[in-house]
């Protein structure tokens, strides 16, 4: 079994958006995505900070620190691209205008509760950005994450352990193992990775997974 | 004749009291006021309560603030960063006060304070610790929280160009919470980049209108502090 690099990952996620949708990339793993867009799809980027139509990061030289993305990393404008104060940014979100937004995770669990904020450690100093407004407001969120964590423990789980960012918010996951879809029945896997059987899939994940007809994952 | 436009940047930051709750622009360093904020400090109102995305960056402007102990509690939705040191040290000394929101809600109770809204339901946060203790509300099958308007006694906001009326356009994403920041506060001073003749400003386009604004100084691109660093 093959499991996929971060850019394969970004790269998986990418070929699911389409053409003309509105999506938010979270800090992190899901900025990678930006990098796989098909070039053949017009995809708007929206930023949480009041930008629609982000472009790519500019050449050497050319950054403007008042041109910048959640991350505060210096970015473009595309031609048709537009400006707007924070609470017209939430509002897109929380009323629904955003098709997708894909975000990392800690945890999701099998009902789609999302874990990504905090790890309420004792000494962590939190921070919650536009986390919690991203999960309920999108029309799909995608989670984009390792399966496993450094200590080998599945990151997809019955019950968050984590603080939560939303409640039954995810609608698929992308892992570096498998595409999975959170639905009324469970998790529904919809591929793997090429010599993955579903039943090491399921060891693997530790929690009931259901299965359809099975399609490679490339 | 109305003329909002003052000389200095200390005029700009003239009677922010003690206790005062303070709102200040920006996205990190995107549309942070560093001048009005340095005059603040120079100024010397101490127990103040700041209103801001983040809790500083580096050493500078807010970060600055923090670090000359004027500040008894922050509210906003993402301190902890690569440089933000000098909260990090405070929180964990328990010398601030930390009022952590979520960045939507955060902007939507300061929008709801400049438009005398007094409270919303927003379902974001809900079943989360962010909710915890808030009244909530099930409207057509949907869970929301309800969330309390945020009003400042002063707000200090980065704009790119003013007239003497307060109207205010801004630049790129350093627009970020200065819309609805200069809405939300008693007393609003502006640091405007260049200022304009009334009718210079595309009616069309301006996006403060003035009757927001207070007090308006010009501070050149050249000797921002962001900028500076930025270089």
């Known amino acids: ?218 | 004749m109305i003329n909002k436009i003052v000389e200095s940047v200390e005029a700009a930051v003239a009677g922010i009291h003690d206790g005062a709750t303070v709102m200040i622009g920006g996205f990190g360093s995107a549309g942070q006021p560093a001048a009005l904020i340095d005059a603040l400090i120079a100024q010397g109102a101490k127990d103040l309560t700041i209103v801001n995305n983040n809790a500083g960056n580096g050493e500078s402007g807010l970060a600055a603030l923090l670090k000359a102990r004027r500040v008894r509690k922050i509210i906003c939705s993402f301190p902890r960063q690569t440089d933000s040191q000098v909260f990090d040290a405070l929180y964990r000394a328990g010398e601030i006060e930390l009022e952590l929101v979520p960045q939507g809600n955060l902007a939507e109770r300061i929008r709801a304070a400049g438009a005398g809204i007094g409270a919303f339901f927003t379902p974001t946060a809900y079943g989360t610790d962010l909710a915890k203790g808030k009244e909530t509300r099930q409207i057509e099958g949907r869970w929301y929280v309800l969330e309390y308007p945020i009003h400042g006694d002063f707000a200090l906001v980065k704009a790119a160009r003013a007239d003497r009326w307060g109207n205010l356009v801004y630049r790129k994403t350093a627009r970020n919470f200065g819309p609805i920041m200069a809405a939300a506060a008693k007393c609003t001073a502006v640091q405007a980049e260049e200022v304009v003749e009334l009718g210079e400003l595309d009616p069309e386009a301006i996006v403060t209108p003035g009757i927001y604004v207070k007090r308006v100084v010009r501070v050149t691109r050249e000797i921002r502090a962001d900028s500076v660093k930025a270089a």
């Open chain 1, 1 to 218: 079994m093959d499991r996929l690099n971060r850019d394969q990952m970004a790269a998986r996620v990418a070929r699911d958006i389409a053409d003309g949708a509105v999506v938010n990339l979270g800090i992190g793993l899901p900025t990678l995505v930006a990098n796989h867009l098909p070039k053949d799809r017009e995809i708007l980027l929206h930023s949480e900070n009041g930008v629609l139509g982000m472009g790519p990061a500019p050449a050497p030289g050319l950054e403007d620190h008042e041109l910048i993305n959640a991350g505060k990393q210096p970015v473009t404008l595309l031609r048709g691209g537009s400006f707007f104060h924070h609470a017209d940014s939430f509002g897109m979100m929380r009323g629904g205008h955003l098709d997708i937004c894909v975000l990392g995770a800690f945890q999701v669990s099998v009902r789609g509760d999302l874990a990504n904020w905090h790890t309420g450690g004792p000494d962590a100093i939190p921070a919650v950005g536009g986390a919690m407004d991203l999960a309920i407001g999108a029309k799909q969120v995608f989670v984009m994450m390792e399966h496993h964590t450094k200590n080998g423990e599945s990151k997809i789980v019955e019950r968050c352990t984590y603080p939560l960012t939303g409640m039954e918010c995810v609608n698929r996951i992308y892992t570096d193992l498998a595409v999975l879809d959170v639905t009324p029945a469970g998790l529904l896997v919809r591929e793997m990775v090429a010599g993955l059987p579903f039943d090491e899939l399921a060891r693997l994940t530790g929690v009931p997974l259901l299965r359809e007809p099975q399609r490679a994952y490339a």
